[in-house]
């Protein structure tokens, strides 16, 4: 019997765990991860033997100890202006003390002299609003790809002399065990189950499905969530340095004239690469870049995201999402490249053009056309975005901007939860990206050291 079982060893998962062993060393702790450990986790794409995703069963990149974000940018978000609703839940004040207490474990553990940007005071604001844009509030921390894996490395060290972990071991279902006296949580996964007095489900969106199994199975409400789709932009590192180099990433708003929709720019990436991300073997595009400037390369990539959320009658918004990248994974066999300038004109990309552009691509995709994938509402967004980008950061409409479709940012259902985010059952707790409440690092890992403080207050 253990006191807590863990279930995903993403930043919630691995904060969570953090935050209870300091608590209280004697707490006996499981964590089940679905994917492997650190070291063992290796996306096969080589770019040169293979180019593409070939759809692993368990995909590196999204699975294993670091979760979805162990290959990521590292960038931590301390803010609640974007990144999650956990200020909903814990209030705005403690949700920023959270994460800027995760930013002092990643300090304290190879982070340090990371560069922490700041929005404050930048004359950004003003120029973004005197051209219709709006810039979000925040400070971001940019670990980068390689530092991000060095405090991975170093949180596993300390964990696993604590930690009883359990590698390439989903868990296929939770019951709740009621005795005279007690009740419990049994964790099944292959032949075997294990017990704790209390859980924590952080299972992240690779997760998402499952976690839609668990709720539907132990009647948990559920609520439907937003979708965001669109694509990724990549054009060359000068092009957007101004904002690059004083605030690293810059979240910004456009609202469109044709629709009133909100386009906002999404995970910027200065001197990175665009990837290819597998989420339940649906292939779309995302980015990320290294700390140390010899990984550097010449460009700069962000998304451009456009949110739907629907209702009634239909309310399956990732699966609206799931049907256009699986659109375009039908005509391009995975992610489709396009130039800016053949989009507006109406024409599809081909090898010819591509190879005559002058941005030099960081992905190999199909050349195709983003028309025949993307809806005309959200097409239509982000090329006025872009235009609009192009008054703030002049280059960004050049006809040799790249378009990587489609990139899509699947949200899982938000599961009903309370200001402890536990469950109708108590001890069951749902944290993280699987929770529909984050959908960041720094909101993942903020709310597992949450339900880590509310669990050991509890056990007083
Ligand atoms: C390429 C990429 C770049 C990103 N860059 C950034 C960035 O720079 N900044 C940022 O804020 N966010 C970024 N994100 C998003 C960020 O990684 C996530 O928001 C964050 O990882 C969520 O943490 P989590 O612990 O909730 O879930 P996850 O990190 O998804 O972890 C969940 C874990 O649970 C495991 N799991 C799932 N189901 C089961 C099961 N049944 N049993 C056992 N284990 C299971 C999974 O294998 C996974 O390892 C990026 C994501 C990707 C893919």
């Known amino acids: 019997m253990y006191d807590v079982v863990i279930i995903g060893a993403g930043p919630g998962g691995i904060y969570s765990a953090y935050e209870l062993t300091k608590g ?12 492997h450990p650190l070291d063992k986790r290796h996306c096969p794409i080589d770019g040169d033997k293979i180019k593409s995703c070939i759809r692993c069963k368990s995909c590196a990149i999204m699975s294993g100890f670091g979760g979805a974000g162990a290959f990521s940018d590292g960038k931590y978000n301390i803010t609640n202006d974007f990144g999650g609703t956990l200020y909903e839940y814990i209030g705005q004040k403690r949700s920023i003390q959270l994460m800027e207490y995760v930013d002092s474990i ?13 929005t404050a005071g930048t004359d950004f604001t003003k120029i973004c609003l005197q051209n219709n844009l709006r810039l979000l509030n925040a400070s971001v921390r940019h670990l980068g790809t390689d530092i991000n894996y060095i405090v991975l490395e170093n949180l596993y060290s300390y964990l696993k002399e604590r930690v009883d972990f ?14 005279a006296s007690s009740s419990y949580y049994r964790a099944y996964h292959g032949d075997a189950h ?11 969106r690779s997760g998402s499905k499952w976690m839609e199994e668990v709720c539907r199975n132990m009647n948990i409400p559920t609520k439907s969530n937003r979708v965001d789709i669109g694509v990724r932009v990549e054009l060359p590192a000068v092009i957007f340095s101004e904002l690059t180099d004083e605030l ?8 469109t004239e044709k629709f009133e929709d909100n386009v906002r720019t999404f995970c910027m990436n200065p001197h990175g690469i665009v990837v290819n991300e597998n989420t339940n073997g649906i292939v779309t595009v995302n980015g990320h870049s290294y700390e140390d400037p010899a990984k550097w390369t010449d460009n700069t990539n962000f998304a451009l995201l456009v ?28 992610v489709i490249l396009q130039r800016f300038g053949d989009l507006v004109r109406g024409r599809r990309s081909n090898e010819s053009r591509i190879e005559q552009c002058s941005t030099r691509p960081t992905l190999d995709a199909t050349p195709g056309d983003l028309s025949l994938v993307l809806p005309k509402r959200i097409l239509d967004g982000i090329i006025e975005m872009i235009y609009a980008l192009d008054k703030i950061a002049k280059g960004t409409a050049n006809e040799d901007t790249l378009l990587y479709g489609v990139e899509v940012k699947f949200y899982n259902m938000e599961v009903a939860l309370d200001k402890n985010l536990e469950t ?3 001890g069951l707790y749902v944290i993280g990206d699987g929770s529909g409440v984050t959908h960041s690092l720094s909101h993942a890992s903020a709310s597992g050291v949450y339900v880590a403080r509310r669990i050991l207050e509890k056990a007083k």
């Open 24 to 35: 209280d060393p004697s707490l006996k702790i499981a964590v089940f991860e679905a994917g």
């Open 106 to 118: 990643n300090m304290a553990n190879g982070g340090e002299g990371t560069k922490l940007y700041s």
């Open 166 to 179: 359990f590698f390439d071991t989903p868990i296929e279902s939770i019951e709740l065990i009621k005795e």
């Open 194 to 204: 294990t017990d704790a007095r209390q859980c924590i489900i952080s299972v992240g």
């Open 248 to 255: 690293y990433e810059s979240k910004i708003v456009y609202r």
């Open 307 to 334: 949110a739907k959320h629907f209702s009634l009658p239909f309310k399956d918004s990732n699966g609206y999402g799931e049907s256009i990248a699986r659109l375009s994974n039908m005509l391009g066999g995975g």
């Open 424 to 426: 109708i059952y108590k």
